[in-house]
């Protein structure tokens, strides 16, 4: 489904500022998988969903998708198999367009069909039908402009528009951080829902070990631009956040120690 091997990607190399942001970095994902990776700030997460979404060029190392080699495909071209909700509710939507004419772009993403073919009567209820279980009235509101929206409800629309196409990999950078408990919960419920009943397969950034452990059926632990830990539907499901912070310490002494005796 989705493979990295050997993914390296260096910001500023030869300059002061030079920082190794993914180090070798290889990753196996199964159809159906839903990887949830947790890590501290400048762990190379957001920058791992950006090479993978093509939006950033990988320095070294490849990336194939179905058995077919995506590495230096441009990020356009990889649209068709890959959705992303991102952080900023607003990132994943048109605040100038309507809800219906958002959900139209989404529907022929990766295509070349205009925005008024997409907007058809048996459209219309489609988007009628799909709004209506994200359980927020949008279904009443579809002509009405998405910047009208509050932070969740846009989010909300973010993820059923990037669920829309049936992606191969469904990117989701962190959706909740931005977002009240009572609002992230939701979204939360949402994007289970709309995984398990799309099949999608998924790979989720977060800061909340809680969500990590609870979501998904594997974790993946990264720091300093490495993949330092993963845990299998097993550990996983016997985890606590406890136990996730003792294994970053025990990952981090032993990362630490490798670099000072390879120095």
Do not use: W
């Not at 590495?71 to 994943?92: C, N």
């Not at 528009?161 to 990999?169: L, N, W």
Request: glycine letters at 8%; aromatic letters at 2%; a neutral charge.
């Amino acid at each position: 489904m989705l493979t990295l091997s050997g993914v390296n990607k260096t910001f500023y190399p030869g300059t002061p500022n030079e920082r190794r942001a993914l180090v070798d970095v290889g990753l196996e994902m199964a159809e159906g998988d839903f990887v949830t990776i947790i890590g501290s700030n400048g762990a190379g997460k957001s920058t791992l969903l950006n090479v993978i979404a093509g939006s950033i060029p990988a320095d070294q190392g490849s990336i194939r998708i179905n058995d077919r080699d995506v590495t230096k495909l441009s990020e356009h071209r990889r649209a068709a198999a890959i959705s992303r909700v991102f952080q900023d509710p607003s990132a994943g939507t048109s605040p100038h367009l309507t809800i219906e004419q958002n959900l139209a772009v989404a529907l022929t993403r990766g295509q070349r069909h205009t925005l008024s073919r997409g907007l058809t009567r048996a459209r219309r209820k489609q988007f009628r039908e799909e709004l209506a279980t994200l359980e927020q009235g949008l279904e009443n509101r579809m002509t009405h402009r998405v910047g009208l929206l509050s932070g969740g409800q846009r989010q909300a629309l973010s993820l059923l528009m990037a669920s829309f196409t049936k992606p191969t990999v469904l990117l989701l950078d962190e959706h909740t951080a931005a977002l009240d408990p009572e609002r992230a919960e939701l979204v939360l419920r949402l994007t289970q829902n709309v995984i398990a009943d799309h099949r999608l397969t998924a790979l989720m950034v977060t800061h909340n070990m809680e969500h990590a452990l609870r979501l998904g059926n594997r974790l993946v632990m990264m720091h300093e631009g490495r993949i330092i830990r993963t845990l299998d539907p097993e550990s996983k499901a016997s985890s606590q956040v406890s136990d996730l912070l003792d294994m970053f310490g025990d990952a981090k002494d032993s990362l630490s120690d490798r670099t000072l005796l390879s120095s």
